[in-house]
């Protein structure tokens, strides 16, 4: 169990898909006959998939509000979405700021200025790509869909960004609400003021690992409770609980050995994707192995299996088809034998050749995890 959680724990960061046959109705560049893809090939800015960055040569604390990237509020045409991480990235300028990044860039940004491992980087970045990227301009919208990622294809296809629902956005934010309810990508102040109470009545005011051991669980009764359709599977179930632990290794400055994160600044983060002034990053390379021991901590004092909602609140069902903590490779192997797969079910060409580039890029961050890799696609 604590291997998995080690292992797993990082792919949860910016990586929310859910492993159902749905996911074609939110598909990339997939569902296209042979003539339509050519088609649309001729109109695109076709770019080779850059290779990604290694892991930082120093990972020491540093000042990364700095100067160079000061905080600037998103312009009107500016795209932003549900990860108040990449949110934060853009308004700083670390990516661009109008919300559409390659993998690489974003690797790079979250690497340099929240001092993440580059394992997690390249496995939650690829994850996202994969499923809200547009595989043959190599761009991906950090909120909702775009032209600006490039032409869209024909439908049923579509290049989603990460405000598309149950591909890397999914239910039980912590500060964002259920797709069912309208919006799941704005910041929610209800939810924040919840987050807030609880902060109050388990961390005297900060929030800490005990906070979100007791605000995930909450908020998954919440969304079993008022949702009729929310769902609790891979990839989504190890996202959520990743969530509640990214604060606290990704938003208390670097100088600061507390692992207690100020609640002012929480809301800079979640809300305007703002760092505090003079704000270090973190002193400790944050790999997938060290975000797990953060997870097995929120998870388990109330363990919760994975599964959904069955169309009524209240109805919450156990679904043992999903990869649980017992099995991380599995999480790794259904995402794209299913998820992937099911965008991509007849990818030829160019884009074939994109697809399993990026499918390699993906699968690289596992290499010591002892997986198998999926087989190339054909």
């Not at 990586?15 to 109109?43: K, N």
């Not at 761009?139 to 909702?144: E, H, K, P, R, T």
């Not at 891979?234 to 208390?252: D, G, K, L, M, N």
């Amino acid at each position: 169990m604590a291997r998995f959680l080690s292992l797993f724990s990082l792919l949860t960061f910016l990586f929310t898909f859910e492993v159902t046959v749905a996911f074609p109705s939110y598909g990339s560049l997939a569902g296209l006959s042979a003539r339509e893809l050519d088609e649309i090939i001729l109109t695109l800015q076709v770019r080779d998939p850059e290779s990604p960055p290694g892991p930082l040569q120093n990972t020491s604390t540093k000042l990364v509000n700095d100067p160079a990237h000061p905080w600037i509020p998103a312009g009107e045409n500016d795209i932003r979405g549900p990860c108040p991480g990449l949110n934060t990235l853009a308004s700083h300028g670390w990516l661009p700021r109008n919300g559409i990044a390659t993998p690489v860039q974003i690797i790079n940004a979250v690497q340099e200025v929240f001092n993440m491992g580059n394992d997690l980087a390249v496995f939650v970045t690829y994850g996202a790509f994969l499923v809200d990227g547009n595989l043959l301009t190599n761009l991906l919208s950090i909120g909702g869909k775009t032209p600006e990622t490039g032409p869209d294809p024909p439908a049923p296809a579509i290049v989603g960004g990460l405000n598309t629902h149950a591909v890397f956005e999914g239910d039980t934010s912590m500060t964002r609400g259920d797709a069912f309810f309208g919006d799941n990508h704005s910041f929610n102040e209800t939810l924040f003021d919840e987050l807030t109470a609880f902060s109050n009545k388990f961390g005297a005011g900060l929030y800490n690992l005990s906070v979100a051991t007791e605000f995930r669980f909450q908020r998954i009764k919440d969304s079993i409770a008022t949702n009729p359709q929310f769902s609790f599977i891979s990839p989504r179930y190890y996202t959520a609980y990743a969530e509640s632990v990214f604060p606290i290794t990704f938003f208390i400055d670097g100088r600061d050995r507390s692992l207690q994160l100020d609640m002012n600044v929480a809301r800079g983060f979640f809300q305007d994707g703002r760092m505090p002034d003079d704000f270090f990053r973190s002193n400790v390379s944050w790999t997938l192995n060290r975000i797990g021991g953060g997870i097995n901590i929120v998870f388990t004092p109330h363990p919760i299996e994975p599964g959904a909602n069955n169309g009524t609140i209240n109805s919450y069902t156990l679904d043992p088809n999903s990869a649980d903590f017992t099995d991380f490779c599995k999480l790794y192997t259904d995402f794209v034998n299913n998820t992937v797969r099911g965008l991509y079910p007849n990818a030829k060409g160019i884009l074939l050749e994109a697809l399993n580039k990026n499918l390699d890029f993906f699968f690289s961050a596992l290499v010591d995890q002892g997986c198998t890799q999926v087989p190339p696609f054909v």
